[in-house]
């Protein structure tokens, strides 16, 4: 049950919770109209911190600035009194603040104004209070004059060298120097302490100097104090004793400390000891924060930032050398100063509401509330009615005016203090509208709509709205009222245009505004401007036509590539168009129309392109295929800066072909010259970009368009540009730390790209330092990428970084990585391993795991070696080859299954751990032995038809038995297509190894399935079709099936078959037998067999072959996961490719079985190495689509049921998508051969003119024999032949007897008669028949029959031939 206290906090939280639910603090707006008129109690904005620590040679100003209305007075308080600044004319007030200002040109001592100072905020509505200011001046005092005896110390013994800086105001920073000004070099053994005392955990002979000097630093004063130095004398010995760690700081086993909230722990451990000890830290009961702790001075140091509640405890620090150890607890309390949990803001109430005021803080010990009345305890005030204190919350009901003040709120402890000032407002003040009065708002057609109408009031007035002054209020449906009085139309209409009036109504008054609102139809360009492209010279035409509001005057723009466009006198513009005559370049560029009304507006875009030359009739143009644009010209660099220039262009002709985008390209001439590559890509309307740059490059640019038909030329490069230098941007990447031995760390980085140097001399700074030990960074610069740390403990981690830098400056230091250095072998060795549950083929393993500390390394797994002994069927030899499995476990009592062991066998095992390098030492080995299992499938089974009514069956025993065999199981049942009969069953002893089977009918064919079995049951199951007795004869080794080992395998596959002769598509071989069965559903593993295809060549007699071919036949080899059937004799092998543009037709041969086989196609496109497989059923060639016009391909074919056997590769090209087709009628060589040709008959005939002038016998159709004849005829080296007849009108006579002898292959008549030629070349034969070669050149030696009354002046007009010299070489 509650108790009295219970009853009376429940009933407090309900009343505050009762107000809260009634009241809402009003917000006051910040207009001016309000403001101005607002009463409003001061509030403190600006004041001096509260432990105020002043420099003596400066004049102290002490902040104090308020606000209020009226403007509010200013008062001090020094220790708590009164503090009159009229009477003390070194210190004055601002004016219109509270800051005072207290010089000290005239005399005075800072010192006399130490204190505590507090300011006061006065107006007619309250008094704010600024915190206590403890002002104290800066002191930076001299060190005192002492002498000081040389210290004598025996050589390994510990020293402390104490500092006892002067007490400053703050505490000076203390650090150990040498008379060179030189600070002492500090380290594992010898450091400073948190108080400056300067401590050797052990000290040698090289300690011994004359000038250790503590200094003091004095932060305010800027001035450095320094002590009389130590001079250090080391007493040595011939051997100096070694010495366990004892603790010179702190001292005892344990100590205490105390610590603030969100301040900063520090705790020391110091240690003496010979070797020097070292220090490590933990926590009793937890963790040490990692993200907050850090360790500092070599670990002797640690500090936690930002101390919280749960970071109290026992911290342990040890110290441990190799003759021992010692601890020290330090015990961490966390205290808090006060800290807010809820702050008390202002309050401004209307007259009879109600509203808390809540303070809420926390701290340790908690905090003590107090609250003030304008500056006075809220007890020593007069009672108010209106309020109640309720702890750390004032609850105000029914204020009335007047009751006004600012309230204190002061939470402390021993710790600290907290002060808020906040004020109560109450106000009353009737509805006031706040917007201007009577406002047009006009809006386009269906967009969402605001309407404003901000007002004020308190109490906080009701606010409605209406339309045209009627109806009820506006909200819901479309309307929506916001509680600032927005009123929101979600989508104006026509119909929502009208006056809108707004009403603010409360018990003190009613105000009221009014908006007009008017609805627009959209402003829209209707017909945009399109692309262009003009020739120079001609005139260019952009549409913009707009639709609007009639309402509503718009204004039409153009620019031109963003910036406004300068009509001038040549460019004309009207309300719907821009026309540009006279083009030119500078002409080019995008052209932007933009409407805008006074609501909205707006804008369309395109392209205009300046073309050089017209281009061709359109009609012809039109019927042109695109092709690639001609590259830009007229490169130009602009706009010069640090790491970007502009780049601009003139585009080429697009040639048909719209410029899609720009690759802009760029060389450069010290890392990789005369290399162009891809800087980016833009749109292809651009032609000025500005392109973004590395610092120390000597650039230059060029610029390739591309086009739906694909690159145009790369243009001419444009001028060098060179970037200025800077520092490094880029991080270097692949930061590692590894060790290659156990002594040492490899640290590597990839060095930056060419590009990301940005200046020379470029190198990189990589630090390093051991991780969690607090100690400092080691570092050091390289010019490579990588750095080998040495003589480092065994797989220890390293934080690591990398930082690049050139002759500009220094780049970003990398993100810290944690590296390791090297492994070693690991020392421990697993024990007790055993082995439970052990079946046929798996066991359970048990160990007891090593100590991870002893891997020296990163754990990588537990590695079982296991081999198998022997096996336990007699007589069997087995492969005692070593295995290894990996357990991955780091769980106190590890385990693991290892499988795939062979049955009925006897193994052997040890196990080893390892790390990523090394393997320790090995575990006991133990035995196992498994059990008996079911066995594999016999070696091989074949089956033969030896006679028409026989079936002979023959197998081997399994590879692996598994187990003591005890007979095999044979069952066989007909098939008849998918038809299968009755199944029978034969049990055979283990010795038999062969079967026969008589068959009813010679046509009745059979599958059979054979297993073998123990005592456990039956193996894996071998299925197999008895064979047609036709194709028998052909089998010249009984046995089908051989074993094949891995060793033989690569025999199997490298057959020597003869060829077979090319397959048509309509092909089939004549005889061909195609067998396939499938596993029973008993067996764990699928078996497929095909039988074997005996292919002949068939001539007139078919019972015959014609040739004598290798019988291909399957090949089985077992492995322990399955039984694998391989084609021996197979082969795939002239692959032909008649390609077209997307579709090939491809052809192979093979000597597989016509239709029991599949095949499948694989093309590998060239450009990218994707895949595309083709499956194929049907004999070859087969048409193969969907391929990428003009590519390059990689083709393979392979056997669908036997993968490895493949034919070569074949690689071919498709042709190109598109081919130009030239018109032949323009080309320069067609109009060449027609002109010879025309030359050609045109000689012809003049010498056929020629002829008959001079009375040859070429009468029409004759003339072209009668010119072959002249040719011949004159051979003028040849002398005529002195038989040769002449006519009387001293022609020759070319008849003779064998005119009547037609030539050999000439044609005959319709009739069947020769034709006989008046002037056939027989004549000119010696006797025969007058062949001709295949080319038309004459057989045979010529010679001209001559008459005998031939004159001289005959034989000298004899025109000469031009093919005289040819004649003469016959």
């Known amino acids: 049950m509650l108790g009295q206290g219970g009853h009376v906090a429940l009933a407090v939280m309900s009343l505050v919770l009762l107000l809260c639910r009634e009241a809402a603090p009003i917000e006051v707006p910040q207009d001016p109209k309000i403001l101005q008129d607002l009463k409003q109690p001061p509030t403190i904005v600006k004041q001096s911190v509260k432990d105020y620590i002043v420099d003596p040679r400066d004049n102290i100003i002490i902040e104090c600035e308020a606000k209020g209305n009226p403007v509010p007075t200013f008062s001090w308080r020094r220790n708590g009194k009164f503090f009159n600044i009229g009477k003390d004319p070194r210190v004055t007030m601002r004016k219109r603040s509270g800051t005072l200002e207290i010089g000290f040109r005239s005399g005075g001592r800072p010192e006399?104004?130490?204190?505590?100072?507090?300011?006061?905020?006065?107006?007619?509505?309250?008094?704010?209070?600024?915190?206590?200011?403890?002002?104290?001046?800066?002191?930076?005092?001299?060190?005192?004059?002492?002498?000081l005896e040389p210290v004598v110390v025996t050589e390994g013994t510990p020293l402390v060298l104490a500092c006892n800086p002067p007490p400053g105001l703050p505490p000076p920073f203390t650090f150990w120097m040498n008379s060179a000004m030189t600070p002492i070099p500090q380290d594992k053994r010898v450091s400073m302490g948190l108080n400056g005392d300067l401590y050797f955990s052990n000290v040698l002979t090289k300690d011994a100097h004359t000038d250790y000097s503590c200094n003091a630093r004095f932060l305010f004063t800027h001035t450095i104090?320094?002590?009389?130095?130590?001079?250090?004398?080391?007493?040595?010995?011939?051997?100096?004793?070694?010495?366990?760690?004892?603790?010179?700081?702190?001292?005892?086993?344990?100590?205490?400390?105390?610590?603030?909230?969100?301040?900063?722990?520090?705790l020391e451990c110091i240690a003496a000891g010979l070797p020097t000890p070292t220090i490590k830290w933990f926590k009793k009961g937890g963790d040490l924060p990692g993200r907050k702790v850090k360790f500092d001075n070599y670990n002797k140091t640690l500090k936690i930032i930002n101390v919280s509640e749960e970071d109290a405890g026992e911290y342990v620090c040890m110290a441990n050398n190799h003759l021992g150890s010692i601890r020290h607890s330090i015990f961490v309390q966390v205290k808090a100063a006060p800290y807010w949990l809820d702050k008390p803001f202002n309050l401004v109430l209307a007259p009879e509401e109600n509203g808390p005021l809540v303070c809420r803080a926390n701290?340790?010990?908690?905090?003590?509330?107090?609250?003030?009345?304008?500056?006075?305890p809220i007890e020593s005030t007069p009672h108010s009615p209106s309020r109640q204190v309720l702890g750390d919350t004032i609850m105000f009901r029914l204020v009335q005016m007047g009751s006004s003040a600012v309230y204190q709120c002061n939470a402390s402890n021993q710790h600290g203090y907290l002060m808020a000032n906040a004020f109560v407002s109450v106000l009353d003040m009737p509805p006031r509208m706040l917007g201007p009065k009577n406002q047009l708002i006009k809006v386009i057609e269906n967009n969402r709509t605001f309407l404003d109408c901000p007002f004020f009031g308190s109490p906080l007035p009701d606010l409605r709205w209406f339309k045209n002054g009627q109806g009820s209020g506006l909200d819901g449906g479309q309307y929506r009222v916001y509680i600032n009085g927005t009123l929101e139309i979600k989508r104006a209409r026509a119909e929502d245009e009208g006056t809108y009036t707004c009403v603010a109504n409360s018990m003190l008054g009613t105000a009221e505004n009014q908006v007009r609102l008017e609805v627009k139809e959209p402003t829209r360009i209707v017909r945009a401007p399109e692309r262009r492209s003009a020739v120079r010279g001609s005139t260019a035409h952009f549409d913009c036509k707009v639709k609007s509001d009639p309402s509503l005057p718009i204004t039409v723009a153009w620019t031109k590539d963003d910036k406004p466009l300068y009509l001038g006198w040549r460019l004309r513009k009207d309300e719907e168009s821009l026309t540009i005559p006279n083009v030119n370049e500078g002409d080019e560029g995008t052209y932007t129309c933009t409407v805008k009304s006074e609501i909205d507006q707006d804008s369309a875009s395109a392209r205009l392109t300046v073309l050089e030359e017209a281009s061709l009739n359109p009609?012809?143009?039109?019927?042109?295929?695109?092709?690639?644009?001609?590259?830009?010209?007229?490169?130009?660099?602009?706009?010069?800066?640090?790491?970007?220039?502009?780049?601009?262009w003139i585009p080429g002709n697009d040639h048909r072909s719209p410029v899609t985008e720009f690759l802009v390209q760029f060389e450069e001439d010290r890392w990789e010259p005369g290399r162009w590559q891809d800087l980016s890509t833009y749109p292809g309307d651009l032609n000025s970009v500005i392109l973004q740059l590395a610092p120390f490059v000597n650039y230059q640019f060029r610029v390739t368009a591309i086009?739906?038909?694909?690159?145009?030329?790369?243009?001419?490069?444009?001028?060098?540009?060179?970037?200025?230098?800077?520092?490094?941007?880029?991080?270097?990447?692949?930061?590692?730390?590894?060790?290659?031995?156990?002594?040492?760390?490899?640290?590597?980085?990839?060095?930056?790209?060419?590009?990301e140097r940005n200046g020379p001399n470029l190198h990189y700074s990589v630090w390093w330092r051991r991780k969690d030990l607090g100690e400092g960074w080691s570092n050091m610069s390289t010019f490579g990428s990588k750095h080998v740390v040495h003589n480092t403990e065994t797989y220890v981690p390293y934080e690591i970084k990398v930082q690049a830098r050139n002759e500009f400056g220094q780049g970003p230091e990398s993100n810290v990585v944690v590296g390791y250095s090297g492994e070693d072998k690991p020392t421990d060795a697993p024990t007790d391993l055993r082995v439970s549950k052990v079946d046929s083929t798996k066991a359970n393993l048990h160990w007891k795991p090593v100590d991870l500390s002893s891997v020296q390394g990163e754990f990588k797994e537990y590695r079982l070696y296991y081999w198998r002994e022997s096996s336990l069927v007699p007589g069997l030899m087995v492969s005692k080859e070593k295995k290894t499995k990996g357990f991955y476990s780091i769980v106190a009592e590890p385990s693991g299954i290892l499988s795939d062991l062979v049955s009925y066998s006897k193994y052997k095992m040890f196990l080893v751990v390892t790390n990523n390098l090394f393997e320790g030492p090995p575990s006991n080995t133990v035995e196992v032995t498994t059990k008996e299992g079911v066995p594999d499938a016999p070696k091989f089974f074949s089956i033969n038809r030896r006679t028409f009514d026989t079936v002979h069956l023959e197998w081997d025993k399994p590879l692996e038995p598994n187990g003591i065999l005890i007979g095999y199981q044979l069952k066989y049942q007909t098939v008849n297509g998918s038809r299968v009969g009755r199944a029978q069953l034969e049990t055979l002893p283990p010795n038999v190894t062969e079967f026969t089977l008589r068959l009813p009918d010679r046509s009745t064919r059979y599958k059979f399935y054979l297993s073998a079995f123990t005592q456990v049951g039956a193996g894996v199951v071998y299925a197999e079709e008895s064979p047609h007795f036709a194709n028998e004869e052909n089998l010249t080794d009984p046995t089908a099936l051989v074993e094949l080992t891995d060793a033989s395998v690569a025999s199997a596959f490298s057959p020597t078959p003869s060829p077979l002769a090319p397959l048509t598509p309509t092909t089939i071989a004549p005889t061909t037998i195609s067998t396939s069965t499938s596993a029973t559903p008993t067996t764990p593993t699928s078996t497929t067999t095909t039988a074997t295809t005996t292919p002949s060549t068939t001539t007139a007699t078919t019972t015959e072959a014609s040739t004598t071919t290798t019988t291909p036949e399957l090949v089985t080899f077992k492995r322990t996961d399955q039984n694998v059937l391989v084609g021996r004799g197979r082969e795939i092998w002239n692959v032909t490719v008649e390609s077209n543009s997307n579709y090939t037709n491809v052809s192979w041969r093979h000597n597989f079985p016509a239709g029991s086989s599949e095949f499948v196609l694989e093309f590998t496109l060239d450009s990218d190495k994707s895949v595309k497989v083709v499956p194929v059923k049907q004999q070859p060639p087969v048409s193969v689509a969907d391929l990428i016009a003009g590519a390059k391909y990689q083709l393979r074919v392979y056997s669908h049921e036997l993968n490895s056997i493949s034919s070569k590769s074949f690689i071919f090209k498709t042709k190109p998508a598109y081919i130009d087709q030239v018109d032949i009628a323009t080309q320069g060589w067609f109009i060449g051969l027609m002109c010879a040709i025309a030359l050609i008959i045109l000689i012809l005939l003049i010498v056929c003119f020629i002829k008959r002038s001079r009375g040859g016998k070429y009468p029409g159709g004759g003339c072209v024999t009668g010119f072959a004849k002249y040719l011949v005829r004159d051979k003028k080296d040849l002398p005529l032949d002195p038989v040769d007849q002449k006519d009387q009108d001293g022609s020759f006579d070319y008849h003779s007897d064998e005119d009547n002898k037609p030539l050999q292959g000439s044609?005959?008549?319709?009739d069947g008669n020769v034709k006989e030629s008046d002037d056939s070349l027989v004549d000119y034969g010696e006797g025969g028949d007058g062949q001709f070669n295949e080319d038309g050149s004459f057989i045979g030696q010529y010679t001209v029959k001559?008459?005998?009354?031939?004159?001289?002046?005959?034989e000298s007009s004899e025109a000469t031939s031009p093919v005289n010299a040819i004649y003469s070489l016959a």
């Open 112 to 147: 006399d104004y130490e204190g505590e100072y507090q300011c006061f905020a006065t107006n007619d509505l309250g008094v704010a209070l600024s915190n206590k200011i403890l002002l104290r001046v800066s002191k930076a005092p001299l060190w005192p004059k002492e002498v």
């Open 225 to 266: 104090q320094q002590k009389n130095p130590f001079t250090l004398k080391v007493l040595t010995s011939r051997k100096v004793a070694e010495s366990t760690p004892t603790f010179l700081s702190p001292s005892g086993t344990e100590s205490s400390k105390m610590v603030l909230r969100d301040e900063q722990l520090l």
């Open 363 to 376: 701290g340790n010990p908690k905090p003590n509330i107090q609250w003030l009345v304008n500056g006075l």
């Open 619 to 648: 009609s012809v143009s039109s019927a042109l295929p695109p092709d690639r644009s001609d590259p830009p010209m007229d490169l130009d660099l602009s706009d010069p800066a640090a790491r970007s220039v502009r780049l601009t």
């Open 707 to 755: 086009n739906a038909v694909g690159q145009s030329q790369p243009s001419r490069p444009s001028p060098r540009y060179k970037t200025s230098g800077a520092a490094p941007d880029a991080i270097p990447r692949g930061l590692r730390g590894w060790g290659s031995k156990k002594d040492n760390m490899e640290i590597t980085w990839e060095p930056l790209l060419d590009l």
């Open 1307 to 1310: 044609q005959t008549s319709l």
């Open 1346 to 1354: 001559k008459d005998k009354d031939e004159t001289e002046g005959n």
